[in-house]
């Protein structure tokens, strides 16, 4: 039998083709733009659908948020997560999309086999431009990686600040309590946990701002400030209490009652802590504890205070030197030969210069956290130093100076940082645009200390405590949010008259308490008239105390005073707004009156 013979193969070049290599380099800049560059207008159109399809639906998205809430849309774990996967997907298309470009534009040639007319299609081989695709897919895929990089960078980072703060079980440790107490049984009934309404972007915003100091295995929360912010007007108020407050009363019928009855009878800086393993109460752990316990001292309920953020020692270390550091005026030099060392139990000397200084992460830290040396330096105006603090790192942080240490910024944020803040342009997008609009003037800060917010060591409390007033603390906070009438109707109701004089304080201390009675409602004014010059606060009243008696025991309170009232017969006030009212309070200021914070404006 004759078998034929093998076939001959013949090659018949296809028609000349365009540039198989700017083909692949149109589709590395959009998916489809190649294919149409070569002729083949289908294939241009199906590739270029879903790159089209995307780059729409990112339009819409940017329409809706504008730039910067576009970019915190972005930037949720939400969004995030699924783009990281999407981010492969994406590579593997516009791969496979440059292959293809390029074998269209380089076409193909056609085998004839023997003498049968069998055809074979076989790609063009180009070795020149072969090499040119292998780099645009180079270039492709290093960005796509770069692009992961990142991505998996800041979603790790985000997941570690917005996850839950986990603490290490710790027992109380009673040597560092001014005494032991014992703990109280919990209450068999208590009010449903409040619900915190998300901020609708209108109503004053109160942030919990917390300082922690993690040596030895410890979570105590040594900076406690609520900054509340008024969207309206862009004022920004801080408001803290020292770390050693004891016995702050607990909301009645509330979970923290509950838990530690009607006081709690511990430093405030262990509340987190002490509360963090009663998630039946508090499902969030010791951030819920705190923040409840402040905004009942503040303002006198408990869900006031929907958001907190959370700021290791160590990490407030690393964010400051990040941002370059931070320059503050020392209204004294800081002395201090006992400040703790980096948890080895030794003390280390600090010695910082009165005047403006650049100070970097540690000396941030120390001028925050000294407690030793000059009266400025103690622990009850700690809370002012760190307040201060705060609000020039947000005066003074440059963008540039971040933008080019991006990478050192994200880990000092992830290592340092945990909020319950939501994520998106809702809220962090509002925040944003506020800061566009504070400025140091809008800035005020109250540090409630002993300077007439409260007492420290004495005899009902240990000593090296602090014992709050919680309602001139409320009266304060609320004057100055405008948060309602401070002083009750009945007092207002009374119109007493109030002339305040300058007997041995200070003019300043004269007009603060003018404006503080003035923004309760009351009707106080400052005489130009020299009052005597006594040490203490003296106050004079013509028969007042029996027609106003409600203002009679406000005006004890307010000016501490537990046997205030010095009769004189013989002295006339004349009333602000009721000038034929001639019976009233005449308020001396001494050199113990306290110098009472008046609110803004």
Known sequence: MRYPTEPVATSIPSKPQRSAFAAAFLTFLLPGLGHAYAGAYRRALAFAALPLLIFAGLLLQLARYGTVDFA????????????????????????????????????????????????????????????????????????????????????RALDEIHSPVVIAAQEPDYSIEPYATSTPAPQGTYEPQPTIKPWDQKGRLNILLIGVDE???????????????????????????????????MPPNSPLSARWGAHFNYKLNTLWWRSDRSRTLFPHGGADALKQALSYAFFGRTDAIPYYVVVSFSGFVNIVDTVGGVTIDLPTPLIDNGFPGNGDGLHKRVNIPAGMQHLDGDEALTYARSRKGSYYFDDYNRSARQEQILVALQQQVDLKVVSSHLSDFIDALSGAVHTDIPEGPDVLGALIDQARYINLSNIKTYAFSTAGYGTSGSMEQPLGVFAPDLDRIRATVAAVTGSGALAPEPVRNEGAPIVVEVGSGTAQQAINLVAYLQSLGLDAEISDTQGPIEPTTLMVVNGADALYPQTLALLEKTLGMSDPVSLDGSTAVQGVSQPDQATGFVIVIGSNTPLITPPPG
């Open 72 to 155: 915190l849309w972005v930037g949720q774990t939400s969004v995030l997560g699924p783009l990281a996967v999407a981010n492969v997907a994406i590579l593997a298309y516009r791969v496979f999309a440059t292959v293809d470009a390029y074998r269209v534009a380089l076409g193909t040639e056609i085998r004839m086999l023997g003498d049968h007319g069998w055809r074979r299609y076989v790609p063009r081989l180009d070795p020149l431009s072969l090499g040119g695709v292998v780099a645009v897919l180079a270039v492709m895929a290093a960005g796509h990686v770069l692009a992961g990089y990142w991505d998996l960078r800041i979603l």
């Open 215 to 249: 040596q030895d295995g410890a979570y105590n929360t040594d900076t406690m400030i609520v900054a509340s912010i008024d969207p309206a007007t862009h004022r920004v108020a801080l408001f803290s209490l020292p770390r050693d407050t004891y016995g702050l009363d």
